[in-house]
């Protein structure tokens, strides 16, 4: 086919609109979620107490951050989804839940505490903590891809671990609505080991499927 | 330079509200400016020059399917460069060589002469051949025979919804087959 020809077809084709990318991500996201949370209310649930775990700062300081996360991790991924956006200081984001969870870590060393620093590290959850979020996490994850997919990131396998920390951010938010640990080196040490997983998988399915 | 950037991203602008002739008249004028450029490539990666028109095809392709990606408000070349350099690369790591994609190889928008140098595309026309019989129709349509989309609803006894419809998928599986290849 010569140049020109293809170049009137593509003009022939310009009738077509496709979505921003920001709408496909959000539905594909809704998709993932409701799954997401149909798994943890089919296997883990809300823990007991939950309405008087409401009122310890640190349970809520653990939805802060978890979301925190998601958040920053979908703002940066929907910017590196264009051909020519560079990462520089948008990378500075997702300082905001290291910096809150940073934060919880320093109040709660403040506080006088029932139990020594390395029980409430260890906690009781964190075997079921660290395969919990990496499987509610993987709806989400397949979720973000399809969203991504849609943009042309410049950097597929960067984009792919972006996609990972939001949905590991997503899952871990269902997540500590089960978890009784609530200490934030608790969060900092499992809930992070989990989230660098999930991020590992996605550069490696974004260096798959992200090529645009 | 600097105006023929800025006339891309007005042209680029009426494209996206709707004008296909702008878009037509765009993918024109920046059609030598990446020949050119994708040739400065394949010289510097020791390639043959006559392979320039397939990553020329590749590059308009994937600024067709990802135009929603670009920011109305953002100039045009730095986009469409960005694209182009992504597709070059992975062309040359196709080919299998070591890749040096020189930043400057579409940092500058000097057009190269017409394509007449070089061998006709073969990518696209081979990838064409293996699409569904209803899309390859319609682009054969449209593309070789020059039909306007109503003859070509006319001609294959079809809506023209299901000719645009057939069109617009028949390009994203030929990007699709192109980067799977």
Redesign the interface.
Known sequence: MQTDQLIRTLAADSAHRAPPVGLVLTLALLAGAAVSAAMFFATLGVRPDVMTAMHNPFFDLKFVVTLALAISAIAVSLHLSRPEALLRGWALLLLIPAGLLAAGIGTEMMLPQRLPMMTRLIGSNSRICMTAIPLLSLPLLAAALIGLRHGAPARPALAGALAGLLSAGLAATLYAAHCTDDSPLFVATWYTIATALVSAIGALAGSRVLRY | MREREDEWTGLMRS?VS?D??A??RL??AV?PVLRAAARRGLARAGQPADQS?DI??DI???V????????AN?PFA??L???AR?KLI?SLRRRGRRVFVNIDDFAETIPSEP?AATA??SE??AQ?QSLPVRQREV?QS???E?A??KDTAAKLAMSEGAV?VA??RG?ASLTAKL?EQ
Not at chain 2, 64 to 71: A, I, N, Q
Request: no cysteine; net charge positive; aromatic share 8%.
């Open positions: 494209a709707g296909s002739a878009y037509h993918l024109k059609t028109e020329v095809q308009l392709l994937a067709h399917l990802k135009r929603h990606t670009w920011d953002a730095p986009w460069f960005a694209i992504n992975d394509a006709p595309a696209v026309a064409l682009l449209i593309a070789v020059s306007s989309i645009r069109l617009h390009l980067r």
